[in-house]
């Protein structure tokens, strides 16, 4: 049974910094793409970086790049979200996911597993 577990949610003031940590178990990724999604209140969840196991090919959104960085730890099944320069507008619950990579644009998923969410609150 594939499990996420994420980690290392919490409250910050804007400027400061947190890392979010996922662990997963229960199969080999692999062939996998690893991705964090975050869903703010009242809008819709996006994808906000990803990262293939297998090379370690990394995607990043426009609103995260320079500050975010995705990596992981091949012997701990642990993939990590490093979130720096933090602001209001980065408040909401992350969600660590897991799917086969597929092709050029493997990090649109489909996602297949989804962990439950850890809450970023960002305050000004």
């Known amino acids: 049974q594939v499990q996420l577990v994420e980690s290392g949610g919490g409250l910050v003031q804007a400027g400061g910094s947190l890392r979010l940590s996922c662990a997963a178990s229960?199969?080999?990724?692999?062939?996998?793409?690893m991705g964090w999604f975050r869903q703010p209140p009242g809008k819709e969840r996006e994808l906000v970086v990803a990262?293939?196991?297998?090379?370690?090919?990394?995607y990043y959104s426009d609103s995260v790049k320079g500050r975010f960085t995705i990596s992981r730890d091949n012997a701990k099944n642990t993939v990590y979200l490093q979130m720096n320069s933090l602001e209001p507008e980065d408040t909401a619950v992350y969600y660590c996911a897991a799917g086969v990579a597929y092709g050029f644009m493997w990090y649109r998923g489909p996602y297949d597993y989804w962990g439950q969410g850890t809450q970023v609150t960002v305050s000004s």
């Open positions: 229960g199969r080999t990724f692999s062939s996998y793409a």
């Open positions: 990262i293939r196991w297998g090379g370690g090919s990394t």
